[in-house]
């Protein structure tokens, strides 16, 4: 028997979800460095134009392909029109591959949230501790097993007992520690380098030496960053669309939900960059990933002082916080899509889809030990099992969903389908024209270039 779908009780519970979703490991690590190698207010003002072209365009496409539809991204797609069901494959697709690595680097997290609470978080910033930690074989699995637990669990729960709940309590208070955490960086002051001098390397453009080509791949950089900050082309804000109360207002909680997100990911860039490059200097913002959050910051915290193990302890505190709202999101997609496709009940979708990610997440742990090995990737990273499943998510498969999702909006159902189910309220919808002219010419042909440079083409 097919379960009834549930709805967020309110636009509100939709907003707090979706910016959950959006704010994740991606904004805290990889949008202050990418902002710090980009030339800072270069990179700022050219994210928050896409963000309020580009990503405004997938953003309201897809919650309104989910409000339209009722149905999660693997059946929605066909649902809208039946020969677009292979883009819904390939959404799907993406937090299947995305959810056991992002488990396990969620794992990392609480692993260093634990060192820090415990007083031991000056061993963190020792040489070798990282890799120490996520070579070995028990710890990185066991953290990996207790994070994605804690994710089943909230899915487990449903749509409002468990999702909307959860996000209602976590992002108030993560929006509390990511701004308390910036205004602190702010304020740091070492060997003659002030949180001040760092903030203005971060916001004031830097096109000294800068070339036509890396302008192109900043722009490249700031799109590839969209898709990780606001979630979109891996079936998520068509799954959350789809749980949208069709008497709320659709324009007004996107404009949130981006809102929310650009101010956290600036504020993420306040945060970081600012405390590195007083206590490290200009090199130490160079390291990306988890260079940034597992070595270089600890050695941030480490030097300190006795204040930085109760810094870094509220800092790896927000990050799991963050984390555990965007994997929540990941599984729900998942499992949604399980549900609306089988007939599965919600549990049954949970636990088989837990299990699968557990077994995979297994598999990649060992990847930094027993199955170690190296390969080179088109657009020149050296990569482990890891990496290789990141790059098939973000630079493979969510450019194709994103081109899929635009060709059927801005071609085959036309734009007026979105538009009308937007403003089926009476709403008014904000930046019309612009939403039609990038859905059909600017945002494929934009896409089709970041597809072409993540495949090494032309970078």
Known sequence: MKEKRNSFSSSLGFVLAAAGSAVGLGNIWRFPYLAAKDGGGI????????????????????????RKTKQSALTAYGKLHKKSGWIGIFASL??????????????????????F????????????????FITGYAQPILFNIIFLFAVAVVIYRGVNKGIEAISKILMPILLVFVIAIAIFSLTLNYDGRTGFDGLKIYVIPNIEGKTA??????????????????????????????????????????????????????LAGVMIIPAVYVFIGRDGMSSSGPGLMFIALPKVFASMGTIGNIIGCVFFFMVLLAALTSA??????VVASLIDSFGWSRGKAT?????????????????YNLFYFEAKLPNGVTAQILDIMDYLSNNILMP????????????????????????KNGEKFGRKRLFIVMVKYIAPVLLFILLLGSLGILR
């Open 43 to 66: 990179f700022l003002f050219v994210y928050i134009i896409l963000a309020l072209t580009f990503g405004f365009t997938l953003i309201v496409s897809e919650v309104a392909i989910g």
């Open 117 to 132: 609470i415990v007083g031991e978080g000056y061993a963190t910033a020792q040489d070798g501790y990282f890799t120490g």
């Open 351 to 367: 636990v088989i889809e837990s299990t699968i990610a557990l077994i995979i997440g297994i598999f990649i742990c060992l990847g």
């Open 400 to 423: 194709i969903v994103a081109i899929g999702t635009c060709l059927l909006v801005g071609w085959i159902v036309k734009p007026k389908t979105i538009i009308d189910e937007a403003t």
């Open 213 to 266: 080509k890396d302008i192109f791949i900043v722009i490249l950089d700031a799109m590839g960053q969209l898709f990780y900050s606001i979630s979109v082309a891996m079936g998520i804000m068509v799954t959350y669309g789809s749980y949208f109360k069709d008497d709320s207002n659709l324009m007004k909680s996107v404009n949130r939900i981006e809102l929310f997100d650009t101010v956290v990911a600036f």
């Open 94 to 115: 993406v937090p299947f591959v995305i959810l056991p690595y992002y488990c396990i680097i969620g794992g990392w997290v609480f692993k260093y949230f634990i060192a």
């Open 328 to 333: 929540i999101s990941i599984l729900e997609a």
